[in-house]
């Protein structure tokens, strides 16, 4: 069904065809859904939400009737921001993030969406009078009622610009449906949700002014990987596996994500945040719930949250003095954008403590950095062992390893008789691939993630309470106490510092 053919000063989707595509599968959901896109022309949007759409589009988890608003503070013909769309997805792909699209799914992409310009504090641009106009197009396409639209707003755009944009959304009507209910709208915000305590408890207070809770979605993409979902079937699901999840059988967990990125096409936002804000409170904190989390009473949204939310309040907060160790790539000063005497954190080893009765006395020991010798994003768990009881030091440390790259993998390292005729004793690890789990459909983690926010399923975001629960634990890292970065060569495993904290093992995701 196509939208009449106006002049596009008077219809902002005018030649658009909002129509039904082919029958969506089970898991889609079944009411008409606009996508607002903030920010539609950055970064953002072009890496990862429009290839995010694209594998919905291709797995058939849209429902029959949707379009695509996107937004930006100056106006862009239609057939512009269809082209943005078009390269976009050549550029980074669909499915997995690497494959490009075929035509079908770029022209059903294009062919849904439409340009607007952002509402401002005075000035509501186009998008109200749009997104006006596309929920009565698809409702009638549904043969439906414009209040069964569900809006989802996407803030692919500065986390700066995160409070004033909320503000204007509730300014001009945008936080609720057309009959005022709250269910119908969702609003996804990307991290960082702050940038200490108090600014994302202020950030928090202006987003519960204008929405209610269960209308907020923040977006954590970790979270949303198959490997880390994977974690609960893996320990829940598995004696084998549960019956060593804590204290008494693992010796350390250590959650380790190494990157050979540089930072130059982003130095301006990484010199005022640094690899310990960009990546501990969200990402690594979130995984290390995932893994520390008490058995929950269920596996529904509320109990997992609950559980996972309980886990980080049970963080310890760091030691900047003894269990931190910052870092700074050589060269990350000479890059265009960076102060000659910056002293941004390209690097962040620490140890956290989870003090519970199920870890205390373990270490969570956490890593990433940039421009290191290699890339990975690894869960491992070290297990205990006698080095005294029968076989001595031959015996390695048994891990069970789960990498979080691409589909994931699970693996088990454990001691095995070498094949011969003597006794000895050598590693050997047993791998499953997800992906190559029969009947398997693995979605990308921003995939998965997007869906979810469609369906309403917060059960994989992050919620105030567990981001009050983190800033405390990260707090310490931002007063006086705040060790100087130390210096590494770029293709290195970071500061040599930072080994010591991963004692008597070593760093197992690389070294």
């Known amino acids: 069904m196509s939208t009449p053919d106006r002049n596009d000063h008077d219809d902002p989707s005018a030649g658009t065809d909002l129509g039904a595509e082919e029958p969506t599968a089970a898991q889609a959901p079944e009411h008409p859904l606009v996508l607002v896109l903030h920010g539609a022309r950055g970064d953002l949007a072009r890496r990862s939400v429009y290839p995010a759409l694209a594998t919905l589009h291709h797995r058939r988890l849209l429902p029959a009737h949707w379009a695509l608003l996107g937004t930006g503070r100056e106006t862009m013909p239609d057939a512009e921001f269809h082209e943005l769309v078009a390269e976009s997805l050549a550029e980074f792909g669909g499915e997995d993030g690497t494959d490009t699209p075929d035509g079908e799914v770029v022209a059903a992409l294009t062919r849904h969406s439409v340009f607007c310009s952002e509402v401002g504090d005075e000035d509501p641009g186009t998008l109200p009078e749009a997104l006006e106009h596309v929920r009565g197009v698809l409702a009638e396409a549904a043969d439906g009622d414009v209040s069964e639209v569900v809006v989802v707003h996407y803030l692919a755009i500065p986390p700066a610009a995160f409070e004033p944009l909320t503000r204007n959304l509730d300014r001009h009507g945008l936080t609720r449906g057309p009959d005022g209910r709250a269910d119908t709208v969702r609003v996804v915000y990307e991290k960082p949700y702050g940038t200490d305590p108090d600014s994302f408890r202020t950030l928090d207070a202006v987003v519960h002014e204008a929405l209610e809770e269960s209308q907020v979605f923040r977006i954590d993409h970790f979270l949303g990987k198959e490997a880390v979902q994977n974690l609960h079937v893996l320990r829940f699901a598995n004696e084998l596996f549960a019956s060593v999840w804590d204290a008494r059988h693992i010796e350390q967990v250590q959650i380790d994500v190494p990157e050979t990125l540089d930072v130059a096409q982003r130095a301006e936002f990484y010199d005022a945040t640094g690899a310990a804000l960009d990546m501990v409170v969200s990402h690594l904190f979130q995984v290390a719930a995932q893994v520390a989390m008490e058995p929950p009473k269920g596996m529904d949204i509320d ?209």
């Open 303 to 511: 109990n997992l949250v609950e559980a996972r939310e309980a886990a980080i309040a049970c963080f310890r907060p760091l030691d900047p003095t003894g269990d931190v160790v910052l870092g700074q790539f050589d060269g990350y000063r000479d890059i265009e954008g960076v102060a000659d005497d910056s002293t941004t954190d390209t690097f962040i080893a620490a140890r956290l403590w989870v003090d519970n009765n199920r870890w205390r006395g373990v270490p969570f020991l956490l890593r990433t950095g940039k421009r290191m010798a290699a890339s990975a994003q690894r869960v491992t768990l070290v297990l205990r062992r006698d080095p005294e009881q029968l076989f001595g030091d031959r015996v390695v440390p048994g891990l069970i390893s789960l990498s979080l790259k691409g589909d994931g993998a699970i693996e088990v390292t454990t001691s095995i008789k070498k094949p011969g005729p003597d006794l000895d004793i050598v590693a050997g690890t047993a791998r499953l691939d997800l992906g190559d789990v029969e009947g398997g459909e693995p979605l990308a983690a921003y995939a998965s993630l997007l869906q979810d926010v469609l369906v309403g399923d917060r059960s994989l975001f992050t919620t105030p309470e567990g981001l009050e629960h983190a800033w405390r634990a990260f707090e310490p890292l931002l007063g006086g106490d705040r060790p100087d970065p130390v210096p590494y060569a770029p293709g290195s495993w970071g500061p040599a510092e930072s080994a010591r904290l991963a004692e008597p093992h070593g760093w197992f995701a690389g070294d």
